[in-house]
């Protein structure tokens, strides 16, 4: 395998150049201006910008007193900067005069039309965009039938402009090269069955997980415990051992069993019991540490769902004389008048022992696509097989030298072993093929460096695929690709329609939500036990999942994007429903709910408790976090970085120089930062939109006053509006709606084609979400708006040196 290793490092397979900018095409002679236009608007400057945007003060180096409007689509980098600060209404400073609305739309208008019409389409080389984790994991998926966590084969991916499916972070190391050619020996081994060592595999319940109620997936009558999906790699016997949650996750020891006599423990694969435990005896003679082993217990090869739980014979909370904790596992030693009932910990699943290969499994039956009746047919077989996997794997047809590479590889492996030996060791080499592990899109031949041209429609179909699922091409779409039929507007948007209806959309709504709206932080994010013992994985994993539910409700039921901002209804289940305070919910399933007006706090994103918790530090809310998520996350816009050496906000302060030292409210903890006039002047943009949020515990958690004080939300934004909780704040945006929307739009652009979305782009942006608007932003209108657009249809062919340097 050096030489796959050289390939890898090398880049020589794909043969894309780096993304360099090409040059800039001539503009459009510009029309000409009415020279009352032009003193319009040179006067709105003058009266409100230059007061602080001159040559004298030269504040944030923008000097509008030099600006000559008549050639103001000239410095389009500095256009875009104007006009993203406009329409998020962050200029003029708060303090300072601003124009009334109808000449404040005016100057933007005619500065966005100066600037598209003097655009010209921005298409830089795309890079070489190698398959990230979650790519990974859903290719292998969707060519082996095959369930595998990237994550345990390769480390984490880099991310910038938001995303981590950008080509230009996406590099390869020495050490990135190795994991992936490890993950190929692994992957294809599982495939085919041939993994027959035994090994150990762990399975952790997160720390903080409460287990005192029935867990979704697992059968009714049951309690706690955990449900794993545990890939088999051979027809052999298993031995699962069980840790309880103490001294397994906790490093804690003093009540590992619990304390609720005759607790039975469960051992079920895909819902059929294998093994029933009495906890308390049969725990009796094995280390806590060690855990609780089975006999060996015989399974076959493949994906199935092993569930470990106990016998709801007792039901928590009980009869105690004090409430118990939501979360129960910060507990490991007996509090008077609270019962600690058993939690599951760890499972190991050692083996395969005895094993007898692989049978038949949904990876067999995706790879062996034929069967030899004898040794003649051995190589037309394994030739059909290598052709099949390699058309899905390369996402495209197959070259003759494709093929007799992965048929060197089986020939080897057949004379080693047996005909399932030698398909193996050529899946092996498919998967560590550079064509593979990078999307290529070929450059045509004879264009010179500079020069557009469309892309094929198997490129386009990579492209489409890898947007809307993060995976492969499937057949419908490979077929009509191969036919050339893709290019048709009809047969693209039916496609489009089809791929976002496909469950596999699932992983649009995930990767995307979870990076744009930073809910994938709500994995690490841990708060002070102490201060919020309620919180538990339980909610944390309920929190993601409102968020990716609403998200889909957009996608799926097809609304507009607005309804992100105003959406009257929610999916709970019953631990979130409780968090939240609404009423008879009951059960670990998702449901959706309307949200009247008692709980208009939780309509839309800014209700939602995953998005208000990761802006929150441990211990307490942050303004100055939420202000800021806020700005950049429905505005698209940022505060200032802060100055060096800023101090942090003290927690305490004397009271009235009597003696008597009292908690600040989060207010006057703000208000110290005002004694610097530096910091006054940053603060001023985010912190009342943190403060309006105020009523949101560092968890999410509605409240109305901290020890006893009620909380004040109010405050005025940089445009002078006046603002008192979240309602307000939601209308805001709702003013600002245009910008939002825009916002989407442009993250949405970034997300699809793998690279930031540059000011270049920016008239591009505003011409998607004009075609949103004809229908009202519905989410499909705006990926097609995408998927129409010259960027993701056109490339530019980079430079010759560069093309001879990859090869």
Request: hydrophobic share 40%; net charge neutral.
């Amino acid at each position: 395998m050096a030489f796959v290793s050289t390939v890898l490092m090398s880049g020589q397979a794909p043969r894309v150049s780096p993304a360099v900018a090409p040059p800039r095409a001539a503009a459009a002679l510009p029309p000409v201006l009415a020279a009352a236009d032009v003193a319009e608007q040179r006067a709105l400057l003058d009266q409100y910008c230059v007061v602080c945007h001159n040559q004298k003060l030269k504040t944030a180096n923008l000097l509008l007193d030099q600006l000559d409007l008549t050639h103001f689509a000239d410095r389009p980098d500095l256009g875009e900067k104007i006009v993203r600060k406009l329409r998020a209404g962050m200029m003029p400073p708060t303090g300072m005069p601003r124009p009334d609305f109808a000449k404040r739309e005016a100057l933007i208008t005619w500065m966005e039309q100066q600037l598209d019409s003097h655009s010209s389409t921005y298409l830089p080389p795309p890079g070489i965009h190698r398959l990230n984790r979650a790519e990974y994991s859903n290719v292998i998926r969707d060519l082996l039938a095959l369930e595998v966590d990237a994550g345990k084969f390769l480390p984490s991916d880099n991310s910038t402009h938001g995303f981590d499916n950008i080509a230009g972070a996406l590099t390869m190391s020495p050490a990135l090269m190795e994991a992936y050619l490890a993950a190929a020996g692994k992957i294809s081994r599982l495939a085919i069955g041939s993994a027959t060592a035994p090994t150990e595999v762990v399975y952790i319940v997160p720390d903080d997980s409460t287990q005192n109620y029935h867990i979704d997936g697992l059968p009714f009558g049951t309690r706690g415990g955990m449900l794993i999906k545990h890939e088999f790699p051979a027809d052999a016997e298993y031995v699962f051992k069980i840790t309880p949650i103490a001294e397994g996750n906790m490093g804690q020891s003093n009540s590992p069993m619990g304390q609720i006599k005759g607790e039975q423990l469960e051992i079920t694969v895909d819902g059929e019991r294998v093994k029933l435990f009495d906890w308390d005896n049969e725990m009796k003679g094995f280390a806590v540490r060690t855990g609780i082993p089975t006999p060996r217990i015989p399974i076959k090869a493949g994906l199935h769902a092993v569930g470990i739980t106990f016998l709801a014979t007792n039901y928590a909370p009980g009869n105690d004389l004090n409430t118990a904790f939501l979360r129960s596992t910060i507990l490991s030693s007996p509090i008077p008048g609270i019962t600690l009932y058993p939690h599951v910990g760890q499972v190991r699943i050692e083996g395969p022992y005895e094993a007898k290969g692989a049978t038949d499994t949904p990876s067999r039956r995706r790879i062996f696509v034929c069967r030899p009746t004898g040794a003649k047919d051995e190589e037309a077989c394994a030739r059909q097989i290598v052709t099949t996997l390699a058309k899905r794997a390369f996402r495209r047809p197959p070259t003759p030298q494709d093929v007799g590479t992965l048929m060197e590889f089986y020939l080897a492996g057949r004379n080693e072993g047996n005909f399932d030996a030698g398909i193996e060791r050529a899946v092996r080499r498919l998967l560590a093929d550079p064509e593979f592990v990078y999307r290529r899109e070929t450059e045509p031949v004879n264009l010179a460096p500079g020069k557009s041209y469309r892309l094929s429609d198997l490129a386009l179909a990579s492209r489409l695929s890898f947007f809307l699922w993060s995976s492969i091409p499937d057949d419908e779409l490979m077929t009509l690709a191969t036919q050339g039929r893709l290019k048709d507007p009809a047969v693209l948007e039916q496609q489009v329609r089809r791929m976002i209806a496909d469950p596999k959309s699932r992983s649009l709504i995930e990767n995307f939500t979870g990076q744009w709206l930073n809910v994938r932080s709500l994995q690490t994010d841990n708060p002070t036990v102490a201060l919020y013992p309620d919180f538990d994985d339980n909610l944390r994993q309920a929190m993601r999942r409102e968020t990716e539910l609403f998200f889909d409700s957009i996608v799926h039921e097809d609304r507009s994007v607005l309804d992100l901002l105003t959406g009257d209804y929610t999916f709970v289940n019953e631990r979130l429903a409780k968090h939240y305070g609404i009423p008879n919910v009951y059960g670990p399933q998702f449901r959706r709910v309307q949200l009247g007006p008692e709980l208009e706090m939780r309509r839309g994103l800014l209700g939602k408790g995953a998005l208000l918790t990761v802006t929150s530090q441990p211990a307490r809310t942050s303004p100055v976090s939420r202000g800021k998520w806020f700005l950049q996350t429905f505005l698209g816009v940022s505060p200032p970085d802060p100055p060096p050496n800023v101090p942090a906000i003290k927690p305490k302060a004397d009271d009235n120089g009597s003696g008597n030292v009292k908690e600040l409210t989060m207010r006057q903890q703000m208000d110290q930062h005002h004694q610097n006039p530096v910091c006054a002047t940053c603060h001023r943009i985010f912190e009342p939109i943190g403060l309006a949020l105020e009523n949101y515990d560092a968890v999410g958690a509605w409240r109305a006053q901290v020890d006893g004080t009620p909380i004040d939300a109010t405050g005025t934004l940089v445009d002078g509006t006046n603002v008192d909780g979240v309602g307000s704040l939601r209308g805001v945006l709702v003013r600002y709606q245009d910008q939002f929307v825009r916002v989407v739009a442009e993250k949405l652009l970034t997300y699809s084609l793998g690279r930031g979305a540059e000011y270049q782009d920016m008239p591009l942006v505003r011409s998607i979400v004009r075609d949103g608007a004809k229908d009202n932003y519905r989410f499909s209108t705006m990926v097609m708006a995408i998927v129409r657009s010259a960027p993701f249809q056109t490339n530019t062919k980079g430079s010759d040196v560069t093309q001879q340097a990859a090869r």
